[in-house]
Nanobody
Framework: VQLVESGGGSVQAGGSLRLSCVAS????????MGWFRQVPGKPREGVAL?????????TDSVKGRFTISKDNAVAKITLYLQMNSLKPEDTAMYYC?????????????????????WGQGTQVTVSS
């Protein structure tokens, strides 16, 4: 499994960015994938996640501003994060992540330690 992010950059407050993540070799049938972010000195935070069934979960601070979506293909998934109305507090390194096969319920959103697959990260900087 390989996850490769793109789309980060610098933008002024109120602007928009779209992050993309291509997950190759991702053949799980029941899973969660999502975007996490991290600033120095703080733990990695779940921003937006989507399940194989299309259920989504957002952290409160991005609800109404960020939208997660995915496109499925054979052995490849492309994950997106549309970020609108960006704020300086959204500045962070953003990581794409994926779970392994989930054999139990998809009702629980996994946390960062429960995600075995990670991309290298893409920096998002929002200036005021």
């Amino acid at each position: 499994v390989q996850l490769v992010e793109s789309g980060g950059g610098s933008v002024q407050a109120g602007g928009s960015l779209r992050l993309s993540c291509v997950a190759s070799g991702y053949r799980y049938r029941r899973y969660w994938m999502g975007w996490f972010r991290q600033v120095p000195g703080k733990p990695r935070e779940g921003v937006a996640l989507i399940s194989s069934e299309g259920n989504t979960n957002y952290t409160d601070s991005v609800k109404g501003r960020f939208t997660i979506s995915k496109d499925n293909a054979v052995a490849k998934i492309t994950l997106y994060l549309q970020m609108n109305s960006l704020k300086p507090e959204d500045t962070a390194m953003y990581y794409c992540a994926g779970s392994g096969q989930i054999w139990s319920t998809l009702a629980e959103t996994p946390s960062a330690p429960q995600m075995p697959h990670w991309g290298q990260g893409t920096q998002v900087t929002v200036s005021s």
